[in-house]
């Protein structure tokens, strides 16, 4: 009688085949160089040696205490980091110095885990800004906003309309990749906010693109959905000026539901004709 072979075992994954599964689980950025040894760890307590049951063993003096280590840095309460945002932001008289303040602010908990800081791309001077939420890994990567998928349907979108980078600005309300490409919280954009705002005074465009709910909620404040608020013109008050603005659905919504480009194609083209209207408009 023939007996069946035992099965073989698999082979062990690869490092490619991990590293594929880590980014497909959402693990694709590591808080530190190196893992931690915990074993070596001088904190963690080890139990205190049993005593001899004979009382005349002289004993040696008992050792040093260890001096404490200093705590490491932790990142300010919400309500103290909005205040100290507000207060760097209205401080910066040009772009350049916003940026550098972001570079050196340490009130949101996002920089320690994002790779670098996602400013801003385009043309400052441009009379259009287009304004995101967060940036996600291909911008964390590069430093630079809306250059992956959506992206690219982003330069195609305003491309159909005349505007390309150098004739438009483009950022995000956070600066820095949310670990996972997960939301950001709501302390997090409060955090952020004043600095984005600044920046809209800074560039003082003709209009206002919110792209997406989140950024439409957090600029413009709006409450409904972009459904609903997709399309219609609102007032950004910069406080020196009005500024036209208007929420459209993010890029990377449109990826998901390219049903909805048509709809996206009526805004982009009101926005030109809101562009063309401020071109020969009479200055004041």
Known sequence: MNTPSPPTAEP?????E????????GVDCALLE????RLLDPEIATPPPVAAPTANIRRPP?????????????????????????DAARTAPTLEALRALLETFDGCALKQTATRLVFADGNPQARIMFVGEAPGRDEDLEGIPFIGRSGK???????????DRTTAYITNVIP??????????????QICLPFIKRQIELVDPDVLVCLGKPSSHAVLE???GIMRTRGRWHNYDTGTRTIRAMAMFHP???????????????????ISKALDAATSAPAT
């Open 153 to 163: 349907l982003l330069d195609r979108m305003i491309g159909a309309i005349g505007l």
């Open 12 to 16: 062990p994954p690869t490092a490619r």
């Open 222 to 224: 709006l409450k409904d």
């Open 34 to 37: 190196e893992p931690p040894n």
């Open 252 to 270: 990377a919504y449109l990826l998901r539901q390219p049903i909805h480009k048509r709809l996206a194609w009526q805004d982009l083209r009101a």
């Open 18 to 25: 991990l590293l594929a599964f880590y980014l497909e689980a």
């Open 62 to 86: 008992p050792a040093p205490a260890a001096i404490p280590r200093a705590p490491a840095a932790t990142a300010p309460a919400p309500d103290v980091a909005i205040a100290s945002a507000r």
């Open 176 to 189: 820095w990749r949310p670990p996972g490409n997960r939301d950001p919280s709501p302390q997090e954009t």
